[in-house]
């Protein structure tokens, strides 16, 4: 078997070549676990990735793989692949802090969340809880009581939130995959800025249960990766139905891996008007980069996109309010002030706002299925900008100046506001610090999403540039 080298060097590299290494017992589970957990080690005072190492839990899973090995048994898809969760999922023993002060009171969770099962039975080992935004609030990845999860091609610089100890923890090689959740873009703006692949499903098609919410109307979970063939072999293990999430589709649940490289010609547009506006050079080069590569052949408007926007923060801000009514009211202090002011604001609205906010959001889902009817693909940035640094609260945007937090997300808003999947894919531009770009498809369609993906990393336009940490 491979010695304490060769397994940090499988770590580094994709995580199906490491996982088909432990199968075939060219490297044990334990040195893999055990490099993870050194690289944690060195790294993450760095990073601040991680606010929960597992590190007996790990040990034990990889021991088991291991054993299990030794036995004869077939290991599965996943087997020995470090990852680890943006900290509102469930791990069994741990409070699930989703990022909040108050929530470090809580007892004990008594049972994983059901992808954290799902990734445990594939072998895939559990490294522990990742930082992110309270309450997942969040675009920057900073957070007041468990401090800021940094950029790994620029500690000076942001991660993206909310999930951005998942972006951190991927993009600075700590574990292969990590899971996040994305209310507004929480998945697709620690991709960009952190230079990894993201993938955002489509609405109702992973189970969310045991995870804390943030806006159950607009709440996806969903993996990250550094390579396009391990963001699906990650995503297909996390399919399958799940009585405890009602909002859960019943759709087929079709493997997306071996469509990966199927032949096919995609339609592939860019987006226009509103996705044309307001961002950096870096952003629309690079979008320019993947549409040549993709073969696009037009540019496509979708209508009210700045309503879209508006409508996503209402409904965001009055869901938000109503789940932590009885926390603001209990423990007001103990919220980020930042947090508690647009909860405490979201709990005034007026209720036929709300009631118009999701009449147009229907319509406004119509007009992009409508586009999607004809298109396969639709190319987006997904930041205006690359990382900002760490603590900055302004920048310039079309010529105006800014607030950093709300307008992070100006391109990612409008998407998961009516529940399409997305492909959060890295279009290095030369630059120290990289950005990324959507790819945006019909509901159900992540594979071909991940089709597109990969048609971009295989023409060498897509990929996880190295972290200088």
Known sequence: MADAPEAAALLAGPACDLAAAVREGKVSARAVTEAALARIEAVDPVLNAFTDVTRER???????????????????????????????????????????????????????????????????????????????????????????????????????????????????????LALGSDTNGSIRVPSSFCGIFGLKPTYGRLSRARSFPFVASLDHLGPFARHVGDLAACYDTLLG????????????????????????????????????RQGTPQAYSAVAR???????TASVELPEVERARAAAYLISMAEGAALHEGRLRARPLDFDPAVRERLLAGSVLPAAWIAKAQIFRRWFRERALA?????????????PVPAPRGGQTTFVLDGREMLVRPNIGIYTQPISFIGLPVAAVPVPTGERLPIGVQLIAAPWREDVALQAARALERAGIAFAPEPVV
């Open 290 to 296: 993947a549409a040549k590569a993709l073969g696009a």
């Open 58 to 176: 790990a040990l034990g899973e990889a021991d088991a793989l291991d054993a299990a090995r030794a036995a004869g048994m077939t290991l599965g898809p996943l087997a020995g692949v470090p990852f680890a969760v943006k900290n509102l999922f469930d791990l069994k023993g741990l409070p699930t802090r989703a990022g909040a002060k108050i929530n470090r009171d809580r007892a004990p969770a008594l049972r994983d969340a059901t992808l954290v099962e799902r990734m445990t039975a594939a072998g895939a080992v559990c490294l522990g809880g990742l930082n992110m935004g309270e309450y997942a609030y969040d675009f920057t990845g900073e957070n007041l009581h468990d401090g800021r999860s940094a950029n790994p091609h620029d500690p000076a610089h942001m991660s993206g939130g909310s999930s951005g100890g998942s972006g951190s923890a991927v993009g600075g090689k700590l574990v292969p």
């Open 241 to 276: 139905p799940d009585a405890d999430d009602p909002a859960l589709a019943d759709q087929p649940f079709a493997p997306t891996l071996p469509a990966l490289d199927a032949p096919g010609d995609l339609k592939v547009a860019v987006l226009g008007g509103w996705f044309a």
């Open 371 to 383: 586009l999607l009817a004809d298109w396969d693909v639709l190319i987006a940035p997904a930041t």
